[in-house]
């Protein structure tokens, strides 16, 4: 027998990671890598859910990027689900990156 409470939506969180988009293509072309997990289930309706998202990117040349907002709901795959997220970086050294991820 399963248990209950290790399936319940608030219960559950994703591993997230990915790159950032290139930003500064003329003067310092780069980006940034993230890692991250994200926090437990928010319920959005009743039978649908978020997640909110917290990162840091690494560094590059003494600078990175926070990032603090939200998933999509969820996107059934099989018998399971999958988040998207599209959003941008908070700036840092006069610029931000654009990133777009899936659990």
């Known amino acids: 027998m399963e248990c209950e409470k290790c399936h319940k939506k608030d219960e559950h969180v994703h591993e997230l990671q ?8 003329k003067c310092d072309p780069h980006n940034h890598r993230f890692a991250t ?3 437990k289930a928010i319920e959005l309706g009743p039978n649908n859910h978020f997640h909110e ?9 003494d600078h990175e990027h926070e990032f603090c907002g939200k998933t999509s709901g969820a996107i059934r795959v099989g018998d399971r ?23």
């Open 37 to 39: 997990t994200t926090g």
């Open 53 to 61: 998202v917290k990162f840091k990117t690494d560094t590059y040349e």
């Open 18 to 25: 990915g790159s950032v988009k290139i930003a500064e293509p």
């Open 81 to 103: 689900h999958v988040h998207f997220i599209e959003d941008v970086t908070e700036p840092a050294d006069e610029h931000k990156h654009e990133f777009r991820a899936s659990t």
